[in-house]
C-alpha cells in the first residue's frame, strides 16, 4: 500500500505498520525517500480482519488463489489486511 509523506509528499510504499505508544489510536510511516515520520491515516474499513471465514482462507491461501475465490475483494483490501495481520501478529507478546 502506499500512502503519502507529509513532508516530502512522496508516495511511499509501505510494508510495515509502525504504531506509535503515545499515539494509541495511530500508525505512522518511515518515509524511505526523506527519513521522516509521517502519521498516516490507516483505513480499517479497507480489511476484512474481523471475518473469521475470510482470515481462515487468507492463512491457508495465496494472494492469487484468494484474490480468485473472493473475487469481489481488491488487491488493495487484501494488502491492507496483510499490513494490519503482521502488525497485530507481531505485537502479541
Request: aromatic share 16%; hydrophobic share 35%.
Amino acid at each position: 500500500m502506499k500512502f503519502m509523506c507529509m513532508n516530502c509528499r512522496k508516495k511511499v510504499e509501505v510494508t510495515e505498520l509502525k504504531h506509535d505508544d503515545l499515539n494509541l489510536e495511530g500508525f505512522y510511516i518511515a518515509c524511505s525517500e526523506c527519513g521522516a515520520s509521517s502519521d498516516i491515516n490507516f483505513d480499517f474499513s479497507k480489511t476484512f480482519i474481523m471475518d473469521v471465514a475470510k482470515m481462515a482462507d487468507f492463512k491457508k491461501l495465496t494472494k492469487e488463489r484468494f484474490l480468485e475465490s473472493y473475487d469481489y475483494l481488491t488487491e488493495e483490501e487484501y494488502d491492507a489486511t496483510v499490513l494490519y495481520y503482521n502488525w497485530l501478529t507481531d505485537n502479541e507478546n
